[in-house]
């Protein structure tokens, strides 16, 4: 990433801070003050209330499984929950893919889209 495309990703985050953002073009965003999530994990993981909660959440990988096991993330995405856990209002959700073609229509619905 170009040092200005960078500078214009955190703006979007910074000033969108409610909706998820899906950044199509990135293949996973690493950051010290980041929980990762790899799509891959098992549905009562995700909605358990023992998610390390920091700064931002990465979803990572979600364009690599199928629409129907993507839907697992729809209440973290839709109502910034993790269980009975909602996020605090701070907490920015990002979703690295290399494509948002293999993400479903309801994945779509509910963030942001941003191409690198």
Not at 22 to 51: C, F, K, S
Not at 64 to 73: E, L
């Amino acid at each position: 990433m170009t040092p200005a495309q960078n500078a214009k990703l955190t703006q979007v985050l910074q000033s969108n801070a409610t909706w998820p953002l899906i950044i199509v073009g990135m293949m996973a965003a690493r950051a010290p003050n980041a929980t990762v999530i790899p799509a891959t994990i098992a549905e009562r993981d995700l909605h358990n209330d023992t998610i390390l909660i920091k700064p931002y959440i990465v979803i990572d990988g979600l364009d690599n499984i199928s629409a129907d096991a993507q839907r697992k993330f729809v209440p973290l995405l839709k109502d910034r929950r993790t269980g009975m856990h909602k996020l605090p209002a701070d907490v920015r959700i990002i979703v690295p893919v290399r494509s948002a073609d293999k993400l479903s229509k309801q994945i779509k619905d509910l963030a942001l889209i941003y191409n690198v």
